[in-house]
C-alpha cells in the first residue's frame, strides 16, 4: 500500500513539475513579444503571424507568433520614390528609382484598437492582404496618418515589406541564428540589398547579443 501511495506521489509530482517547466516556458516566450511592445516605438507591423516592431534604435525585431526570430537593420539606405501627394492614401505608390520596382497600398481601414489595416502589392507579383500597422508611441503626432505623410522618409515599414519578400534569402544566416538563440543570446543580422528590392540580398551578417 505504501509502495502505491509513493507511487501515485512520484507521478503527481513528475506531472507538475512537466507542468509548471511548459508554462514557465510559454510564459517566457510570450513575455519576450509582451516586453518589447512595452517599451517605446517607432511603429508596430503586423502581417498574419509574423510582427515586426520599428525599435528607436534603427533595429526591427521580428516575431514569429509570440517567438522572436531575430533583430534586423539594413546596412545601405533604401532608396524610393513616392506618389507626387505623399499624404494620399489609397493607391499610395512606392517606387525603387534605380529598378522600377514598385509596391501599391490599397483598401485602407482605421481600426478602433490604433491599427491601420492594408493590403500591399509588390511588382514581383506577391500580393500581401491584411496588413495591420500602428504608429510608434514614440510619436508625439495626435494626426496620426491624417496630417502626416502615410510614409515617412525613410520608412522602416519599407525595409519589414522586403525582409519579408526576401525571408527564403536570408536563409544563409539560419544555422547562425539558431546557433545564437540557443545559447540564450538575441540575434542581430546586418542585410547589405543590392540596388533592387525582390531579387536578392547581397550579403548577410550576424551579431549576437548576450
Not at 534603427?58 to 507568433?65: D, H, M, N, P, V
Not at 522572436?68 to 525603387?96: C, M, P, Q, W
Not at 494626426?143 to 522618409?153: A, M, R, T, Y
Request: net charge negative; charged share 20%; with cysteine.
Amino acid at each position: 500500500m505504501k509502495n502505491k501511495i509513493k507511487l501515485v506521489t512520484g507521478i503527481f509530482l513528475l506531472t507538475l513539475t512537466l507542468y509548471s517547466c511548459s508554462s514557465d516556458s510559454e510564459e517566457t516566450a510570450v513575455n519576450a513579444l509582451e516586453n518589447e511592445l512595452a517599451l517605446e516605438n517607432n511603429g508596430i507591423l503586423a502581417i498574419e503571424s509574423t510582427t515586426y516592431i520599428f525599435k528607436q534604435t534603427g533595429e526591427t525585431a521580428k516575431f514569429l507568433s509570440e517567438n522572436r526570430d531575430y533583430n534586423f537593420k539594413f546596412v545601405n539606405d533604401l532608396s524610393y520614390t513616392t506618389t507626387e501627394d505623399k499624404h494620399a492614401i489609397e493607391g499610395l505608390t512606392i517606387t525603387n528609382p534605380e529598378t522600377g520596382e514598385f509596391m501599391i497600398f490599397s483598401n485602407f481601414e482605421e481600426l478602433k484598437s490604433g491599427f491601420f489595416r492594408f493590403d500591399v502589392e509588390l511588382s514581383n507579383g506577391q500580393l500581401i492582404s491584411s496588413v495591420k500597422y500602428k504608429p510608434g508611441t514614440a510619436s508625439s503626432s495626435s494626426n496620426k496618418w491624417h496630417g502626416d505623410p502615410l510614409i515617412k522618409e525613410p520608412s522602416p515599414v519599407i525595409g519589414a515589406l522586403i525582409e519579408l519578400s526576401e525571408a527564403e534569402n536570408v536563409k544563409q544566416c539560419r544555422a547562425a541564428l539558431n546557433s545564437c538563440s540557443n545559447t540564450g543570446g538575441v540575434p542581430t543580422i546586418a542585410l547589405t540589398n543590392g540596388k533592387g528590392w525582390f531579387t536578392a540580398i547581397e550579403a548577410c551578417s550576424l551579431v549576437c547579443h548576450e
